[in-house]
């Protein structure tokens, strides 16, 4: 919790405080995961080394205020890499790109920068390791995602995406013996386990990944609202509507039988959900910045929500290095940048 916002919250408020004040369970972990804390360094610390334009393909982490900031600094983002004139600098998001995106960036002699989240990384190596194996891949995730186009483009021949178990069914494949299956990785816990079942009712001999591809700052923020919702009548997600983890948040939260909203700020807050509440959850997807945190609860604070606790579930301390492109331009400029600008 950073310094302004424990600076909000009322002297003498504690866990102790009485279950008749209305109180906000802030809840810990959330927001930014390591992930996007590199992504949004890249940019910055692109924009401070190279100046301004740099070019951005889609948005660096599905949050519109971050994007929007980033934008005022000298970020231009775009959707394709045709929008970016050649031999320009461009940055891919965090959600990763296909190898059909990098062909047509060293066609167009563009200088690029590498942002993907290194546990988006992990997932596309995985695909073209099945594949070479000659497996068939099923790959679980939402089809109009970033993340999951980027994955698909790595071995499209061989690759089919489902988003529910009900589209198991329809499922056909080559050799059922030779199936292997990945994940997105910022869906629901349970909805990936429900259709990970239905894949191995289907194909007894499907394998999937020596680790999990749901991402620890996913899984971790779910947990924390699964551990919470039954003591708030109402849980608050932060987070933009084009952000998977935050979705799945408050996916969590209803499923549990507790009323859960996505808000981008306090101003998406209705003055109805709050009423006949006495105790309120808040969180924040892995892409939402503290300071729209701050501001919900400043206004929850403002409409008699006066004891604040801060719930924290689990600790993380994840870090991810910077992309290569960028240690050695900092390192070409003299080592000026040697602490990534938060």
Request: charged share 20%; aromatic share 4%; glycine share 6%.
């Amino acid at each position: 919790m950073t310094k302004s916002a424990v600076e909000s919250i009322p002297a003498g408020n504690t866990a102790g405080s009485s279950p008749s004040q209305k109180r906000v369970l802030l809840l810990k972990p959330r927001g930014f995961c390591a992930g996007v804390v590199r992504a949004i360094d890249v940019v910055k610390i692109a924009l401070e080394t190279f100046g301004a334009p740099i070019y951005v393909r889609r948005e660096i982490v599905h949050n519109r205020y971050v994007v929007n900031e980033l934008a005022e600094k000298g970020a231009i983002f775009v959707h394709e890499i045709d929008d970016v004139p050649e031999g320009q600098r461009v940055i891919y998001s965090a959600h990763g790109v296909s190898p059909a995106v990098r062909e047509i960036s060293k066609a167009r002699h563009l200088k690029v920068i590498d942002a993907t989240c290194p546990l988006v990384t992990k997932v596309h190596i995985e695909a073209v390791k099945f594949a070479r194996q000659g497996y068939s891949l099923i790959l679980i995730g939402h089809r109009d995602h970033d993340e999951i186009e980027g994955t698909l483009g790595e071995v499209p021949d061989v690759t089919q995406v489902v988003s529910s178990a009900r589209e198991v069914e329809t499922l056909q494949v080559p050799d059922p013996e030779r199936v292997a299956y990945l994940t997105q990785t910022t869906l629901s816990l349970d909805e990936a386990r429900d259709i990970i079942h239905a894949l191995k009712a289907k194909f007894p001999k499907i394998v999937g990944p020596h680790s999990q591809d749901i991402c620890y700052a996913t899984e971790n923020r779910q947990v924390a609202v699964r551990n919470v919702a039954h003591k708030a009548d109402v849980v608050l997600v932060v987070g933009s509507t084009n952000s998977s983890n935050s979705n799945r948040l408050v996916e969590v939260s209803r499923n549990l039988g507790t009323m859960g909203y996505l808000i981008d700020n306090s101003q998406a807050i209705d003055p109805a959900w709050l009423q006949n509440v006495t105790t309120v959850a808040v969180t924040a997807g892995a892409s939402a910045p503290e300071i729209l945190v701050e501001d919900v609860v400043n206004y929850l604070n403002q409409s008699g929500f006066a004891n604040v606790e801060e719930v924290e579930v689990m600790p993380e301390n994840v870090r991810f290095g910077l992309p290569p492109e960028i240690v050695q331009a900092i390192g070409s400029a003299g080592g000026a940048q040697s602490d990534p600008v938060r």
